[in-house]
């Protein structure tokens, strides 16, 4: 009580000082941005109060599966790591990996950490997998395949452990509720984001291939389901930025690949890379495209 409190009378000395600042012609823009802002307020706030539906079946299923596959992959690891390093090889520890890698198996460091050590982290052992691409020298690679599989299902067990943690119990046994915030200024690009915990921008099934070597990032998404009875609709803009963007800037073949009703990224690419059809564009070809699309809309 005391802290809510304290809250509340600190939220007030701020708009009181703030208040104070959009009097200020220089700060005319910004008093409108508020003022555009709080209209919204009550519509987040039901969509806050309404909250986000989880089957707690499947995720701790998910959750399970994930305990298995981490410790599956982190014996291997220590299996390869005790051969040069004796038994008590920890694949947790920083030094420990950085002895196996730089001078056991000899890999060029690639990366210094701030405390002027070789780096472990997610970026360099990857760059470490490309690096070793067709050598004959096979337990560094498989090493660092262990390694940076478990590091990335104990990224998506830390997830699900964060929805474990704040999802609260309905009527129903084998469903539950996250109440994330919602957070209206979150972001730089005016989109909101969602914290405590991260309700949007779940991660999808996909499997990376670095250098001749899979690396699987499972699928969140799975947990997220209307309870019994109930559907999810998903709403979104067909490509509304762009749409404008083609307008203000008058490009008449945008306007008109718009009205024909194709894929715009595919439509860029396929000029980008002088090919004709979608079935000619690749996934990157079209992702490049797409970062060339927003990076001219929004510089």
């Known amino acids: 009580q005391e802290y809510a409190c304290g809250d509340v009378e600190r939220t007030i000395l701020l708009w009181e000082f703030f208040l104070e600042q959009f009097a200020k012609p220089e700060f005319e823009s910004n008093y409108k941005c508020y003022v555009r802002e709080k209209i919204l307020l009550p519509t987040f706030f039901r969509q806050q109060s309404k909250g986000i539906t989880v089957n707690t079946l499947t995720l701790n299923a998910t959750e399970q599966q994930l305990e298995k596959s981490i410790a599956l992959h982190r014996s291997k690891a220590i299996r390869i790591g005790k051969q040069y390093l004796g038994k008590d090889f920890n694949p947790e520890s920083g030094d ?36 070793t691409h067709g050598s004959s020298i096979f337990k560094p690679r498989k090493y660092i395949k262990e390694i940076l599989l478990s590091r990335v299902h104990q990224s998506s067990l830390r997830y699900l452990q964060a929805y474990s943690r704040y999802a609260l119990p309905t009527e129903l046994p084998s469903h ?33 291939d670095i250098a001749g070597i899979e690396l699987e ?10 309870p019994p009875g109930k559907v999810w609709y998903s709403i979104d803009y067909s490509q509304l930025e762009l749409r404008i ?12 690949a718009f009205d024909r009703g194709e ?17 000619n564009i690749s996934k990157e070809q079209r992702t490049i495209a797409k970062m060339v699309n927003f990076r001219i809309t929004y510089g």
């Open 96 to 131: 420990q990996t950085c002895k196996l890698l730089y001078d056991v198996f000899d890999l060029p460091i690639l990366k210094y950490t701030k405390a002027n050590k070789p780096s472990t982290n997610r970026d360099t052992l990857e760059k470490l997998l490309v690096e």
């Open 176 to 208: 539950a509720k996250l109440y994330s915030s919602i957070n209206q200024t979150g972001t730089s690009t005016t989109r909101v984001s969602m914290s405590n915990p991260n309700g949007q921008n779940i991660s999808g099934q996909k499997v990376r």
């Open 217 to 226: 990032v499972p699928s969140l998404r799975q947990i997220f389901a209307p």
């Open 245 to 256: 963007f083609s307008v203000v800037a008058n490009d008449k073949k945008l306007m008109a």
């Open 263 to 279: 894929d715009i990224h595919n439509f860029v690419a396929e000029n980008m890379f002088n090919k004709k059809g979608k079935a």
